[in-house]
């Protein structure tokens, strides 16, 4: 007799099997996400994740379809810490943003099945509410101080009051802005981005918005990890007469050692983590002391099961979270970071992004800002569906983004981190 080491290892509580698991792919924003769905044996029962890894989304398919499928198919749905376990021992090797979406949306959807199973909301299943809604914060991005300034007070008319500013800087490289003419005409790379000019341009837009903008909306930025440590620090200091409320991703991950000494020179309270790719990588950031504020890109550790670790630590050494939450989030992916915003005391902030109607059309149920707020579903699981004829209409193609990385350079033509 042969033992199967896929069965269930011990008895299922109830007569519930996993009969399907695959990837779903669709790009309603033009940004290919991937979600996770997994099927059981009960009519109507099936749970969704959030997988999506935009710039690597085959690969995560691929991952999910051929390899984690087999190891799920007739085991019960409810025992979701040892399946995610199964998912991220087996392959011998862990970690990485292609391995870790992969689990996540296995992961997510279990939670799904279970919300459903039990008739709640996921974030009763994680102990309840510690808060009615989560605060989010927006993007506002111009070519000019001006520019942004004036998406920022349209976002304070619409009710916001955290906005994160961003503006172009000369070249192709500028991050969050639109791109704008060169300014190095006679550079080996006329295109190219300068950190020197990037540290002089941003205080002059932080002084502009705090003359423009109500005393009591709070500024962001995001430096998307292109600075040296003393650069960081230069950048910071120079930022701490306008109160930011967080500065976010000052150093790449590969510098991520010298944070500590970085947050003890910096005035302004730090963020960091929507590049880390493994729990163990997002518990050194918080348990080391390089962050004020945790935000990981939640799918890019394993999905809520390692997250939620991850608040429970930050909680209990005095750091906030910020989960990472633009449009290359699934809508089941930024209903997971709510679910962990509203039972979670270490909340700090949630980032916001204002799905197109197609997403909504794909995802029914898709959450909707309102005044700044994001209010989770009160429906079973995630209280988000995914309507597969409608995700059709929107494929998903190979990122841009490969193209835009590869013009991030400084103007001596060497590549920078996009
Ligand atoms: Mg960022």
């Not at 999910?64 to 007739?74: C, F, K, P």
């Not at 930011?244 to 790449?252: A, I, Q, R, S, T």
């Not at 005095?318 to 990472?324: F, I, L, R």
Request: aromatic share 8%.
């Amino acid at each position: 007799m042969t033992i199967d080491n896929f069965a269930n290892p011990w008895p299922a509580r109830e007569n519930i099997e996993i009969t399907s698991v695959r990837a779903i792919t669709t790009a309603p924003e033009g940004t290919a996400l991937v979600v996770v769905r997994i099927d059981t044996n009960v009519p109507g029962l099936y749970g969704l994740g959030c997988a999506t890894f935009t710039q690597r989304w085959k690969a995560v398919q691929a991952f999910v379809d051929e390899h984690l499928s087999r190891l799920l198919i007739g085991r019960y749905p409810g025992d979701i810490n040892d399946l995610v376990r199964l998912a991220a021992f087996s392959g011998y090797w862990r970690g990485g943003p292609v391995t870790n979406n992969a689990i996540s949306g296995i992961d997510q959807a279990l939670w799904d099945i279970a919300g459903k199973r039990a008739g709640l909301p996921v974030y009763e299943l994680l102990g309840g509410k510690v808060r009615a809604a989560a605060d989010t914060y927006i993007h506002a991005a111009g070519k000019t101080a001006e520019e942004t300034i004036d998406q920022a007070l349209g976002f304070i008319d619409d009710g916001w009051r955290h906005i994160r500013l961003q503006i172009s800087t000369p070249g192709g490289g500028g991050y969050g802005a639109p791109k704008v003419p060169t300014e190095y005409p006679n550079a080996p790379y006329r295109n190219g981005w300068s950190g020197r000019d990037y540290l002089r341009r941003v205080p002059a837009l932080f002084e502009a918005a705090r003359d423009a903008l109500p005393d009591n909306i709070e500024l962001l930025h995001d430096v998307h990890s292109r600075l040296s440590p003393k650069e960081a620090v230069l950048l910071a200091r120079s930022l701490e007469q306008y109160g930011l409320y967080f500065l976010e991703d000052v150093l790449p991950p590969e510098h991520w050692d010298r944070l500590p000494e970085v947050r003890a020179a910096s005035p302004v309270p730090l963020a960091v983590g929507e590049l880390t790719t493994s729990l163990t990588d997002a518990v050194r950031l918080v348990r080391d002391g390089g962050v004020d504020f945790i935000r990981s890109h939640i799918s890019d550790i394993g999905g809520l099961s390692p997250a939620r670790k991850v608040a429970d630590l930050a909680e209990l050494s005095g750091v906030k979270t910020a989960w990472h939450g633009p449009g290359d989030t699934s809508p089941i992916g930024a209903a997971a970071n709510v679910a962990l915003d509203v039972s979670s005391a270490a909340f700090g902030i949630q980032e916001g992004h204002i799905y197109n109607e197609a997403t909504h059309d794909v995802f029914p149920g898709t959450l909707r800002i309102r005044d700044g707020y994001l209010t989770p579903n009160a429906a079973p699981g995630w209280g988000i569906d995914i309507d597969e004829v409608a995700a059709k209409r929107f494929p998903a193609e190979i990122s841009g983004h490969d193209e835009w990385a590869a013009g991030v350079r400084r103007p001596d033509g060497a590549l920078e981190a996009p």
